[in-house]
Nanobody, 116 residues
Framework: QVQLVESGGGLVQAGGSLRLSCAASGSIFRINVMGWYRQAPGKQRALVATITNGGITNYADSVKGRFTISRDNAKNTVWLQMNSLKPEDTAVYYC??????????WGQGTQVTVSS
């Protein structure tokens, strides 16, 4: 079993920055993809950014140039640096780890609120 624990959410003014962290523990396959998703009120959960264990990244168009995803494979930790935050970035942010077709884990979520 794999557990994902997120931290770093909070309240910030528009234009500000936050850094989210997600630490994975348990039986983790070396080859995996970790990522961040978000869900705003009344909307479906959507991809924000992902990163493979090899460092290949993928971003939603809405965050390109503002957010940066990174990871430390030795620590099984992934970060999301969020700059130039906008009110529309307000959502619950979830960490996800996927390894193959069988293993798919989610964190409990952390609230990010951006005030205008």
């Amino acid at each position: 079993q794999v557990q994902l624990v997120e931290s770093g959410g909070g309240l910030v003014q528009a234009g500000g920055s936050l850094r989210l962290s997600c630490a994975a523990s348990g039986s983790i396959f070396r080859i995996n993809v970790m990522g961040w998703y978000r869900q705003a009120p009344g909307k479906q959960r959507a991809l924000v950014a992902t990163i493979t264990n090899g460092g290949i990244t993928n971003y939603a168009d809405s965050v390109k140039g503002r957010f940066t995803i990174s990871r430390d494979n030795a620590k099984n930790t992934v970060w999301l640096q969020m700059n130039s935050l906008k009110p529309e970035d307000t959502a619950v942010y979830y960490c996800r780890l996927v390894a193959g077709a069988k293993y798919d884990y989610w964190g409990q979520g952390t609230q990010v609120t951006v005030s205008s």
